[in-house]
């Protein structure tokens, strides 16, 4: 019986361990693929801004590995706050004074701009 409930605190244990890593990996997988489908042509394969869109603008996406952010989108005095990157995302950087060429991507859900904001983070080394 000892050993049994050893076990099972055994089990518990790893499971909390391992169960964060695996909900963000699916967030940064997720993330991933929906800037592969959706933001590439302007912003890159890597989020570095080069898209093939990008080269034909006069203003250019920044390379997200800088995480120089431009929008103040909530007015907290804080630039590229996760809320200012959702709240471009969501509704376009022309919203806030930018460039109206990035279109904004009202459709997608919480969850999906979350991971979008995941995967524009982790491209900063
Ligand atoms: C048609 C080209 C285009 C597409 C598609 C596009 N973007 Fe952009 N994006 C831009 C440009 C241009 C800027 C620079 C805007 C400016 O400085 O006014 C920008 C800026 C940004 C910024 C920077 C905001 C800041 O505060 O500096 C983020 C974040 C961003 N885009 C995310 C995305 C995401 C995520 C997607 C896909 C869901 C996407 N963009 C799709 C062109 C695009």
Same mark, same amino acid.
């Given at each position: 019986m000892r050993v049994l409930s050893h076990c099972c605190r055994l089990i518990a244990f790893s499971l909390t361990l391992f169960l964060p890593y695996s909900v963000m990996a699916d967030q940064n997988e997720e993330g991933k693929a929906l800037f592969a &489908? =959706?933001?590439?042509?302007?912003?890159?394969?890597?989020g570095d801004g080069h898209g093939p869109v990008a080269e034909t603008m #006069? =203003?250019? #996406?920044? %390379? $997200? /590995?800088?995480a120089a952010f431009? $929008? %103040? &989108?909530?007015? %907290?005095?804080?630039?590229?706050? %996760?809320?200012?990157?959702?709240?471009?995302i969501r509704q376009g950087?022309?919203? $806030? !004074? !930018?460039? /109206?060429?990035? #279109?904004p991507f009202a459709h997608l859900g919480e969850k999906e701009i979350s991971s979008l904001v995941s995967f524009i983070r982790s491209r900063k080394p």
């Amino acid at each position: 019986m000892r050993v049994l409930s050893h076990c099972c605190r055994l089990i518990a244990f790893s499971l909390t361990l391992f169960l964060p890593y695996s909900v963000m990996a699916d967030q940064n997988e997720e993330g991933k693929a929906l800037f592969a &489908t =959706l933001c590439t042509e302007c912003h890159g394969v890597n989020g570095d801004g080069h898209g093939p869109v990008a080269e034909t603008m #006069p =203003l250019k #996406p920044r %390379d $997200f /590995a800088l995480a120089a952010f431009k $929008f %103040d &989108t909530d007015s %907290d005095w804080q630039k590229g706050t %996760d809320i200012d990157l959702a709240n471009v995302i969501r509704q376009g950087p022309g919203a $806030f !004074g !930018g460039s /109206a060429l990035m #279109p904004p991507f009202a459709h997608l859900g919480e969850k999906e701009i979350s991971s979008l904001v995941s995967f524009i983070r982790s491209r900063k080394p």
